[in-house]
């Protein structure tokens, strides 16, 4: 049977990133991907100066109320950025259209390097906090895990350090916890994950290749997603959703006016095979 998530989170319109990645990705998995807008900006906050933005925290509820009333539910919810704190409520009422054995999956897309993104406050970490708590899976890089635990934030944690981080983050309820970019010798980046019920850490490292692009982490978690909708194991989830994103920066060597994001399209055919 197709599997169906909504996925909330802001539309980019230029820029390569939260639904303009997610609906083409998952719709690749064989996913029905289902939208939830939680604003409209010109462009990310990344890259680009004079973004503007159009928010629609009031019209969530109306839509997620008809939905409701149409008694439409899911498979998954996939969480992004988010821009008011007001729409966290919204999204903790949206939960409860999620089928038996459905997965409530956050990605706590607030920042990087150490600092939240130029149009968010400390609020929107208070509200991301409260979704974390009630979700099946949390997908921070870095960055977010240190402002959702308090941990201070460094370039280089140690491998014990990661695992009391990804125990931290668990502590605070999903089963699964998963961080990105981490790395722990020259050359390799990947992913760790705790899963609190069997107690396991699941690592996938792949070849730092290129710099450090925006987007990535975005694309990294739409793939993830859809393995774990699609039921594939962490480990193999982990390993398309690393992969994928190596093969998509790969792709974008070279083109230098391609600041903003990386050429993923050419790599969607690799989503088709396990
Ligand atoms: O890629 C995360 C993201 C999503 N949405 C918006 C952003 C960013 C990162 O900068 O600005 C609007």
Known sequence: MTK???????ISCYGQCS???????LSAMGIETVILPSSVLSTHTGCFDGFTV?????EMPKIVNHWQKERISFDGIYTGYIGDSRQFETILSL???LNDGGLFIVDP????HGRLYPALTEDIVEGMKTIVSKADVVLPNITEASFLTGYEYSENYSKEQIEELLQKLSGMGPRYSVITGVT???????????????????YYF??????VHHG???????VFVGGMVNGMSVYDSLRKASDFVVASIKATIGDDSHYYGVHFESVIPTLFDN
């Open 4 to 10: 169906k998530v909504v996925s909330v989170q802001d």
């Open 19 to 25: 639904l303009t990645v997610a609906l083409p990705i």
């Open 54 to 58: 159009h928010d629609l925290t009031d």
């Open 95 to 97: 939960r409860n259209q």
């Open 109 to 112: 897309a607030m920042g990087d």
């Open 184 to 202: 722990f010798e020259e050359g390799k980046i990947g992913a760790s994950c705790y899963d609190k019920e069997t107690g396991e850490y699941t």
């Open 206 to 211: 792949s070849d730092f290749v290129d710099k």
């Open 216 to 222: 990535t982490g975005d694309i990294f978690s739409s």
